[in-house]
Structures are given as C-alpha cells and as structure tokens.
C-alpha cells in the first residue's frame, strides 16, 4: 500500500492544451490529434481541450479548414494549460500589402568566412540559428529559409525544421514555442537528392512577420524510424562515442540499435563577424552553448542559414 501511494504521489503532471484559431481565440472542438510519443490518436472536447500524459508532448494536430499543427512542448508548470493557435488556411501571404521590392537576403555568414566545416545532425541533437531584426529596419515577412548542408551522402535520421520563439533572457535561447503551425521533416535519401545540397523551406504562405526580439531557426536530429525511434542520451564514459544510439522503446535494451556517426546528415558550419548567434545542445536534457568567440566577441560561429525578407508597407 505504501509503495502504491508513493507511485501515486511522484506520478508526472499531465500536459494538457486548449486549441483555438488563430484569428479568433474561439475554442476548436473536434479537433483530431495524434501523440506521436505513444500513436495514440485523441480529439479536443466541446470546449477545446485535451490531455496527454506529460509533463512534455510531441504531437500533431489536424482541423478542416486549418493548416496542421506539429508541435513539442515542454517546461510547463503543474496544472498549467497550454494555448495552441491553429492557423486558418484561408490567411495567404496573398492577403497583405508587400513592397514591389527585391527581396531581402539575411545571411548567417558575415562577408569574410573562414574555418568552414560540417557538423553532424545526430538523432537527439539540436541547433538554434537566431536572427534579429536591426532597430531600424521596416516590418518584413519571412518568406523562404535555406540551410546548407554538406555534400556527406547520408544513410540514416531525418533533419527536422521549425521556428521557434526565443526566451526572454540577455542571451536568447530557443523555446518550445513554435511561429508557425509546420515543422519540415526530410528523410536522408531526400536529402541527398537535393540540388546543391541547399534545404530550402517555403514558408511564405503562413504571412510570418520577423518578430522584435527575432526567431530561431531551429534543426533538429531525429531518427531514421521517427517518431517510433527516437535518441538514446549519451552516457559518459561510453565506449563507442562514434555509434548513436537510437531505441523503439528506452526502456528495453533488446531494441536499441547503434549507427556510425558519419551515417547522419551535417551541416556547413563557418566562422564570420556577425550579429547571428548559433546555440547547440546534444540532447534536450543537455544546456543550450553559444559559440562566440571569446577572445574575438565580434566573430561568431555559425550554421549556414539564409533567410528570404520581402517588407511591409
């Protein structure tokens, strides 16, 4: 009896979630999700709500006449409910007012680059490539963001796009909020097919204005089988830090399987002076690290990033 009510009492909170559109805030009953943790598919009350066993989720979310949602989240407190804003398919770039203009380039990489390298996208890790407006630069819609990836020929995880509110702290780090209801997932072998090994993503319908504080162009690893397989954390003292270790099921050893390393996608990472700051972790137990330069602060290294601006009138 006691071992039962101990269970009881350290038993992890529920993630539970309100859905609404977007323009709105009215509640979305109806709405049909499925938790990609367990493939377990569910749909929100008369009132909008559902709940999920927690504290943290990953799951999608799909309405008539709405964009569909995929979305992680984390870090909320005990009783909490979390809002999730569905995007009405209706609301096209087409609906607001843009500058005949050219478009406007932001790049990750100042002028000069040196040291440029790839840098592996295993499955559990993660990169944030902040950008932000300048102060006196107009209001702009995102329009396409291009990642750089090295020519390595991957044979196994998938690479995973979003973009990702910042936190409010000195030095930004990413947030599980996502800015837009869409996370691009490409397999290796797409991957590989691709032109000039440049991913780009083609997010102009969603009307995405460059926030104040800016955004996070977030990349993270996933494995080849996910969401059924996901990332094993590192152990210290491992005695084959070259192999990833992904699972079907963390808690039976009979299912982990390790990759070689070099098998993942990379991608090109370069020093420059810029205002982009690039933040790492490699599993999402782990601290976000900056890689400024100390001993030159100007210089930062980056992840090659590109983003397309076009401004509001």
């Excluded at 009896?1 to 109806?30: C, F, K, N």
């Excluded at 270790?245 to 370069?270: E, I, K, Q, W």
């Excluded at 976000?288 to 030159?296: A, D, M, Q, S």
Aim: glycine share 6%.
């Amino acid at each position: 009896m006691t071992a039962l009510l101990l269970a009881h009492l350290i038993q992890e909170p529920p993630y539970q979630a309100i859905v609404v559109d977007a323009t709105t805030s009215r509640p979305l009953p109806g709405v049909t999700g499925l938790d990609l943790a367990t493939q377990q598919r569910f749909s929100t009350d008369a009132l909008g709500h559902f709940t999920l066993a927690g504290p943290a989720a990953h799951f999608q979310l799909r309405h008539l006449g709405f964009a569909p949602l995929e979305a992680s989240r984390s870090g909320l407190q005990p009783g909490q409910v979390d809002t999730l804003r569905l995007l009405p398919q209706s609301i096209l770039l087409g609906e607001v007012s843009v500058r005949p203009t050219k478009p406007v380039v932001l790049s990750s990489f100042g002028p000069k680059v040196k040291d440029k390298m790839g840098v592996l996208v295993v499955p559990g890790s993660e990169c944030g490539v902040l950008f932000r407006p300048a102060p006196d630069s107009p209001p702009a819609v995102v329009e396409q963001i291009t990642v750089q990836l090295r020519p390595n020929k991957p044979k196994a995880g998938q690479i995973r796009i979003r973009l990702v509110a910042p936190t409010s702290e000195a030095e930004p780090r990413p947030t599980s909020h996502d800015l837009i209801p869409v996370a691009a997932t490409y397999t290796a072998a797409q991957l590989v097919a691709l032109p000039d090994q440049r991913l780009t993503v083609d997010i102009s319908a969603y009307g995405l204005q460059l926030p104040p504080n800016g955004f996070f162009v977030l990349i993270e690893g996933l494995g080849s089988n996910y969401p059924a397989e996901v990332a094993v954390p590192m152990q210290r003292g491992d005695p084959t830090p070259h192999l990833i270790l992904t699972a079907t099921n963390l808690a039976d050893s009979a299912t982990y399987r390790r990759t070689p390393m070099n098998d993942f996608p990379a991608v090109v990472r370069g020093t420059s002076v810029t205002e982009v700051e690039t933040y790492w972790r490699q599993c999402c137990n782990r601290p976000w690290r900056g890689y400024r330069l100390t001993h030159k602060p100007k210089e930062s290294e980056n992840v090659a990033v590109t983003l397309v601006l076009r401004a509001l009138e």
